[in-house]
């Protein structure tokens, strides 16, 4: 059972209405907010509100239902970059974390990444912090480069420093927090030591803004991006945060509507920053979903929710070990790392787990967490992967452990 030192310090699961919802007679144990988050009814009504009292395309319009559309979609943009401590001019509206990325790596990797280049990544990226990168150096001639993961699923700076000496890095991406470890990398370090070597740095903190407090300018990375529907916002938006230089000299990604200045017969200038890289008409009812999440976020305070779901993984980590036949994969020290738990089952597939957990309305995730490279690292076809929210409780921990228990009766 919860200890004192382990209850959550967060009441909030009323704010969130799908857990008003039942399956079967049963409530939900939603235990896979690393894939997405829940929505707060704030969020939910303030996009409710967007379209049913301003809806308007922004940034054309001189009536006023166009400024009001205006005023929200770039208020909302002030609120996630005070947010995550970022300027408001280089916090660029994407479509995802994906995007972002990808913008990055064609925007600025093409242009700045030729033939016996190095771009370094980690073992421990998700497949859109991976990719994005083989495309580049299979289009430029450089070589896709790993930090290797260690057994307790860290990352080693002396690596980092080996490579750095090369002198062939132009460009470093790593996760903040692994979406399959729960590792929390020492990114402003690993960013301090790739500004030193003369190459920029990539972070992806998709995992990381919807858990811990973070500084962006702190961080010192050229560009930190995330996705809004992990962070309590919704779908079809995420953020990328450049430094400005670096966001400047760049040419646009996607050219249209909104990126340009002036538009000639045969060519174009670019709008000012963020906008130069916003093509297009821009998710302005997402935007306003996001300024929702991140006012709610702000409200419970950042170090609660982290204090929270560190709580509650120590919970987790302490409870599962009960089971027996439990591996949980990724750093044992709660402090080391977030609120996602990946873990096998002996003698039992991870998709079995979480199907047969399903039938107790336990809902996580089992397959390769779009992370193949760190399965085939730690030897595993996948895990299954419990990850924590801000409306987690001891419940909902125990119940993972009453239907894991159950499921091992089925294997028996
Ligand atoms: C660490 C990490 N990076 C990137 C992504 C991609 O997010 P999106 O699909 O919203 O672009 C995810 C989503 O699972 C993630 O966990």
């Not at 307790?152 to 002396?158: A, I, K, N, V, Y």
């Not at 000639?264 to 963020?274: C, G, I, K, R, V």
């Not at 390769?368 to 299954?384: D, K, Q």
Request: glycine fraction near 8%; charge should be negative.
């Amino acid at each position: 059972m919860a200890t004192s030192a382990t209850t959550p310090r967060l009441h909030v699961r009323s704010d969130f209405p799908i857990f008003a919802r039942e399956i079967d007679g049963r409530p939900l144990i939603y235990l896979d907010s690393a894939a997405t988050s829940q929505k707060p009814a704030a969020v939910i009504e303030a996009m409710d509100d967007y379209y049913r009292r301003h809806n308007a395309n922004i940034h054309r319009g001189v009536y006023t239902l166009a400024q009001e559309a205006t005023d929200l979609f770039e208020g909302a943009r002030e609120r996630v970059a005070a947010f995550t401590g970022a300027e408001t001019a280089t916090t660029i509206f994407t479509r995802n974390a994906t995007e972002a990325i990808n913008l990055v790596a064609y925007a600025w990797g093409r242009a700045n990444v030729g033939p016996g280049d190095v771009v370094l990544i980690t073992q421990m990226e998700h497949h859109s912090n991976i990719v994005p990168w083989q495309l580049l150096c299979q289009g430029t001639g450089a070589e896709l480069r790993y930090l290797d993961v260690s057994d307790e699923g860290t990352l080693s700076l002396d690596q980092l420093d080996a490579e750095l000496a090369g002198g062939r890095v132009k460009l470093a991406a790593f996760a903040h927090i692994s979406n399959v470890l729960g590792t929390i990398n020492p990114v402003a370090e690993m960013a301090s030591r790739v500004r030193a070597a003369g190459a920029l740095s990539l972070v992806d903190a998709s995992q990381a803004v919807p858990q811990i407090p973070v500084d962006v300018a702190a961080v010192g990375a050229d560009f930190y991006v995330w996705t809004g529907h992990k962070a309590l916002g919704p779908t079809g938006i995420g953020v990328l945060h450049g430094r400005r230089d670096v966001l400047e000299a760049m040419p646009p990604f996607l050219g249209g509507g909104d990126m340009i200045r002036v538009v000639d017969w045969q060519e174009s200038t670019w709008n000012d920053l963020p906008w130069k890289f916003e093509a297009g008409t821009s998710m302005i009812a997402e935007a306003v979903g996001l300024g929702a999440a991140v006012d709610y976020l702000g409200e419970l305070g950042m170090e609660n929710v982290r204090a929270h779901e560190r709580a509650l993984a120590a919970y987790a980590l302490e409870r599962l070990a009960d089971v027996g036949g439990v591996r949980v994969i990724g750093p044992p020290d709660p402090d080391e790392r977030g609120g996602v738990i990946s873990f096998e089952l002996e003698g039992v597939h991870p998709h079995d787990v979480a199907e047969l957990i399903n039938r107790q309305n336990v809902c996580v995730r089992a397959g390769h967490h779009c992370a193949m490279p760190l399965m085939r690292r730690l030897g595993v076809p996948a895990t299954a992967r419990a990850s924590l929210g801000p409306y987690n409780d001891a419940s909902d921990v125990d119940a993972l452990v009453e239907a894991l228990v159950n499921a091992k009766k089925v294997f028996a």
